[in-house]
């Protein structure tokens, strides 16, 4: 049986983890590792377009590929589903829908998302709960130019985090992360002082340049991400 992708890429990953190639240190060429692993060159290239994709190797044309010297690391996120992540806590999910409106973007959202004027969107406020306590509020922001069904959907039920995840992929996503004091309503939503520090994510999607949504996500106080890499 011939060498797959990933077995190539496997036993790449493991002369370089185990220092046999060195970092900085010149790989064969592709023609010299297809013919050593059996299989074709496009399956090496494949292989190392991936390890180049993840910052293990550097591939320079004409001058062959290295180990880096000091692999590249990057930080990749998907869109995370409340319900699951409270369910992943081993809590017991609730949501619940506290208002939604449809009107024309407002200024700021247009500049943000890059709107064009009088564009319909759809804002919704929600609550998302574990174990009755309050979690995370959401207040959220669809454009009906790309996604007019969202105009019919119910999200009564349903929240629009789930719903947009099932619905539409994205092509590119700006995330930001801060800490944000305690309004009046948010301090009344998340059962907290006014005033206290709550961490806070804003995470705008598009589609091949279109703006599918933005939304603000506040968690209650005490709340910790982890991400892995």
Known sequence: MKATFRDVKADIMGKIVSGEWAPG?????ELDLAESYGCARATVNRAMRELADEGVVERRRKAGTRVRMAPLRQARFSIPIV????????????????SRAV?????????RLQLAQGTSVLHLTCMHYADGLPYQFEDRWISLSILPQAGDADFSELGPNEWL????PFSDA?????ATAATADLAEFLSCTQGEALFTVERSTWLKGEAITFVRQTFRPGHRMTTRY
């Not at 240190?25 to 060429?29: A, E, K, Q, R, W």
């Open 174 to 178: 700006e995330i930001a992360f801060s």
């Open 83 to 98: 319900r699951a992540e409270i369910e992943g806590q081993n809590s017991t999910y609730r949501y619940a829908l506290i």
């Open 25 to 29: 240190g010149l790989v064969p060429n």
């Open 165 to 168: 995840v099932s619905t539409v």
């Open 103 to 111: 009107m024309d973007a407002p200024h700021w959202l247009r500049a």
